[in-house]
């Protein structure tokens, strides 16, 4: 028998009525509870953000010629998952990413689904690659930093590594700005992908890095280099080093340390030829040093410039027996003749006059034993005894050059000092930045100080000219102009303890003209066949005064007049 | 009114192809600069110019010499505003490496 209809009727109204009640319950939850967060997670799924990389900066020399600059490159990529024959593709890819099949194989068979096969590819290989349409092969947009001048003044420029920050030399010291900030893009895309018209499309652009623009002479810089290559290779050097630099503004024309390595290159380069050896790398100077002693002491009248020494060749200090490099009887030498001649005993008897608290005093403020400020990575300070630290014997062999160390930048700006009026200037790479806009905002000046008076450094200047014109380092001479400067030959210390007998720095740092410098070159060549710093150093100084000369179009300018000296004029 | 929301919609969507085409094109061309830039900076580069002059026989002068311009004088005589005429004076005046 049927069931009445009216209970049937009632109870599919109630399904229905449920029904409804539960559709309307989920569309409040839909529409009205969680609309917010449904409508948040929808536009996500149609929101694209990416990031804009900022352009790197480029890195000029002191003419605005490129040094170091970003180029548009491509990473290229591979997806195992997709790649359909891993030989074949190999093969082919193998020609234009010069590398080898087997070195590809691999992440072209790696269980991922990501995998690089090279990274900073030029753009003109990477379309060739991608004209292939080889499945599982992706592209990426990256950048590839170039040094279009190769290995010149490779060790001061530095390198950036692959994700392109910089990781030496100006690179890393001027990473920041010169790496820009990266912007970002979000826009509302649909599902293939395009611009919803009229969706949201917001961009914060990136801010380009500033260029460098640096105090190096790119050309002279490049003669510079071949003169050293040449003089390291002609005297059997182990190395090699040049600095180059303005005594007024203390801004460097040129800074190069042989071997050397090409930042295009540098993965395969040697460790050791990367670094900046004039500014990272101490020695014990040696005679060079003889200036600081020289200058303290006029300085200090501790000596007068016409006073008579008589001087051994050899002198007992403490257990130790110190020796010129020349046996000779007691001669009779004035200051300048010590200088010209390179007596160390010489020297001594002039530090012993000053003793060790103005002696201290005055290295450190020709600025050894601390950094010159320059802001290169790795700068070295040297090394200067605290005087509480000296010894019997560290006044004595301080006055030539040894038991102390120094970089060549220090030593550089202690000649520039003396070329300066005895004003020390802090040595410079840099000389501005150019912004996005293109407008030059140059460094502030560098900040000096007075070491000496004027008339001191005056002194000393007519002492190192004779240096060149009758002294030990005539071989610096140049025709037609007065040279000022002064040789070095140092023991290299060993690290047990004492010196080598058979490794030797020989060195010369000078400036020209006299009487007014322009510029002040520091060369030094590490373990020479032939030690003295005036036969192996000062040819390589003549050859770099040379280029300089015509390079920054240096005149002749005055002559200065002798010192005060007993020994023969040459 | 449709139609016309429909060709807003398009004109809208044509625009917006031809600054994304723009920009690509924006892209492109700087990236043509800059290797425009690197190529000018490699053909420059000194290693490589020096390198193609000693291929071709050039070498450094073995000396310095120096043009020592005498002063101007009151008067410049007849035909000396001839650049050449006084560059031919200067070079009498020539004193090879210096005082």
Redesign the interface.
């Known amino acids: 028998m049927n069931r009445p209809p009216v209970r049937r009727l009632v109870a599919l109204l109630a399904g229905m009525a449920l029904a409804m009640a539960t559709i309307v319950v989920r569309l409040s939850v839909l529409q009205v509870s969680q609309a917010d967060a449904y409508q948040t997670r929808a536009l996500d799924q149609r929101l694209s953000t990416v990031t804009l990389p900022a352009a790197r900066g480029q890195i000029l020399d002191r003419s605005e010629?490129?040094l170091a600059?970003?180029?548009?490159a491509r990473d290229v990529y591979a997806d195992p998952r997709y790649v359909v024959d891993p030989w074949a593709t190999a093969v082919r890819l193998s020609p234009v990413l010069h590398m080898a099949v087997k070195d590809l194989l691999s992440p072209l068979t790696a269980h991922t689904s990501f995998a690089y096969l090279a990274r900073q590819v030029p753009?003109s290989e990477a379309d060739r690659i991608e004209r292939m349409h080889l499945p599982g092969i992706g592209f990426l947009s990256s950048t590839r930093r170039?040094y279009?001048?190769?290995?010149?003044a490779a060790q001061v420029l530095g390198f950036v590594g692959v994700d392109g920050t910089g990781l030496s030399g100006l690179e890393l010291q001027y990473q920041r700005l010169l790496a820009g900030v990266a912007g970002r893009r979000t826009q509302e895309l649909d599902p293939s992908g395009q611009?919803i018209?009229?969706g949201i499309d917001v961009e914060r652009p990136p801010v380009p890095g500033m260029d460098l623009v640096t105090t190096i002479d790119?050309?002279f810089q490049?003669?510079v280099q071949?003169a050293l290559e040449q003089a390291v290779k002609a005297n059997h050097a182990a190395g090699g080093e040049v600095i180059v630099m303005n005594p007024h503004t203390g801004e460097i024309y040129a800074m190069a340390s042989y071997p050397w390595f090409d930042p295009n290159a540098f993965s395969t380069a040697k460790q050791s030829t990367m670094r900046n050896a004039p500014v990272t790398d101490a020695f014990e100077p040696g005679s060079v040093c003889k200036v600081i002693t020289a200058a303290a002491a006029i300085q200090e009248r501790a000596v007068r410039l016409d006073e008579r020494f008589t001087v051994p060749d050899q002198m007992q200090i403490g257990t130790f027996t110190i020796h010129d490099a020349h046996s000779h009887p007691p001669e009779p030498m004035t200051i300048g003749d010590i200088v010209a001649q390179s007596s160390n005993i010489g020297a001594v008897l002039v530090a012993q006059r000053l003793g060790p608290a103005r002696m201290a005093t005055y290295l450190s403020r020709f600025g050894l034993g601390q950094p010159t400020g320059v802001g290169f990575p790795g700068e070295s300070s040297g090394l200067l005894l605290p005087l509480y630290q000296w010894t019997d014997t560290s006044l004595a062999t301080m006055a030539y050059g040894q038991g102390i160390s120094a970089t060549a930048l220090q030593m550089a700006a202690v000649y520039a000092t003396i070329a300066n009026g005895g004003v020390w200037v802090r040595p410079r790479l840099v000389r501005g930045m150019v912004d996005a806009q293109g407008v030059f905002h140059a460094a502030p000046p560098s900040p000096t100080r007075r070491v000496v008076s004027a008339e001191t450094a005056r002194a000393v200047s007519e002492m190192l000219a004779f240096t060149v014109q009758s002294g030990t380092g005539v071989a610096a001479q140049?025709?037609?102009?007065q040279v000022a400067g002064k040789t070095g030959t140092a023991r290299i210390p060993k690290p047990s303890g004492g010196y080598y007998t058979d490794r030797d720095i020989a060195s010369f740092i000078g400036f020209l003209p006299a009487a007014s410098p322009d510029v002040v070159i520091l060369a030094t060549l590490d373990r020479p066949a032939t030690i003295y710093g005036g036969v192996a150093a000062a040819p390589l100084f003549q050859t770099v005064a040379?280029y300089a000369?015509?390079r920054l179009g240096i005149?002749?300018g005055d002559?200065l007049p002798l010192p005060p000296h007993l020994q023969p004029v040459g | 009114m449709i139609l016309g929301l429909v060709a807003l919609n398009a004109l809208l969507a044509q625009s917006s192809f031809r600054v994304d085409d723009l920009e690509r094109r924006m892209v492109a061309l700087s990236q043509d600069h800059l290797e425009l830039v690197h190529e000018q900076a490699t053909l420059s580069a000194p290693g490589r110019i020096a390198a193609w002059a000693r291929r071709h026989g050039m070498r450094l002068p073995d000396d310095i010499r120096f043009l020592h311009v005498p002063p101007a004088g009151p008067a410049a005589p007849a035909g000396a505003a001839d650049p050449l005429d006084r560059l031919q004076r200067t070079v009498s005046h020539v004193v090879d490496g210096g005082p």
């Open positions: 010629e490129p600059l970003s180029l548009p753009l170039v279009p001048a190769g290995p010149v611009p018209v009229g790119r050309d490049y003669q071949a140049i025709p037609g102009y040379r000369i015509e005149p002749p002559r």
